[in-house]
């Protein structure tokens, strides 16, 4: 009953590393979300797909970066991993007329 | 623009009913939806409620939208240790963009 996946659950990176979170869904949806969660700022948006090669920027897009080449698959990119962006990351897929979205199971990311 | 707001916190015994309260600004149509969050984990979609319906069963749960005062609510009946958990409620519009919109969460806390 998977619907959503997420490459890491745990990750541990260095200061100004490249990171790549990646995330798959196999309900065909049309629209992807990265989202982080941080304590007391509750989840705040990155970025959003709503179709292969379309991206648009959420709330909190600095520092990141995505890419959607395929439907089923969407990638945040952090292209200089900094102490800030520390967080939960979650990402989620629904499809384009709204109702159900559903969430992967979270990566949790720390840049020392 | 978008606002969600929950109480952070509500405890209550198991067996006694839970109800969590959530309330919205935009004015827009709408889906409303309320997710919970185990310790550790992602994101669990529990209900959600297009903004002309004023009310939804599903099991334990009833979620009652008052639409004049864009206030939500999420009742738990009979509720279990198991439900101890943080419920989110969110927003996201039916046009443009469909990324939600979260509340900051309410901590339920079910005392044996």
């Known amino acids: 009953d998977v619907k959503v996946t997420q490459s890491s659950r745990y990750l541990v990176k260095r200061t100004g590393e490249k990171v790549f979170l990646e995330c798959v869904q196999d309900?065909?949806?049309?629209?992807m979300f990265w989202y982080r969660q941080d304590p007391g700022l509750g989840l705040r948006l990155i970025y959003f797909s709503y179709d292969v090669k379309m991206k648009e920027k959420g709330d909190i897009p600095e520092g990141y970066s995505v890419s959607r080449e395929k439907k089923e698959r969407f990638s945040l990119i952090l292209e200089s991993a900094s102490t800030n962006q520390t967080s939960m990351y979650l990402c989620a897929a629904g499809t384009s007329g709204g109702g159900e979205q559903f969430f992967g199971p979270g990566t949790r990311l720390t840049v020392l | 623009g978008e606002d969600v707001e929950q109480s952070l916190f509500l405890s209550v015994r198991e067996g006694d009913s839970s109800v969590i309260n959530c309330t919205y600004t935009?004015?827009?149509?709408?889906?409303l939806y309320w997710y919970k969050q185990e310790p550790g984990a992602g994101l669990q979609l529990l209900t959600y409620i297009f903004s002309n319906m004023d009310m939804k069963q599903d099991q334990r749960l009833t979620v009652l939208l008052n639409k004049k005062d864009k206030h939500l609510s999420l009742r738990i009946a009979d509720t279990q240790t198991g439900d101890s958990a943080i419920y989110f409620c969110?927003?996201?519009?039916?046009?443009?963009?469909?990324?939600?919109?979260f509340g900051s969460g309410t901590r339920l806390q079910v005392q044996p």
């Open positions: 935009d004015s827009s149509s709408t889906y």
């Open positions: 969110a927003e996201s519009m039916i046009t443009g963009r469909r990324a939600l919109t």
């Open positions: 309900m065909d949806h049309e629209n």
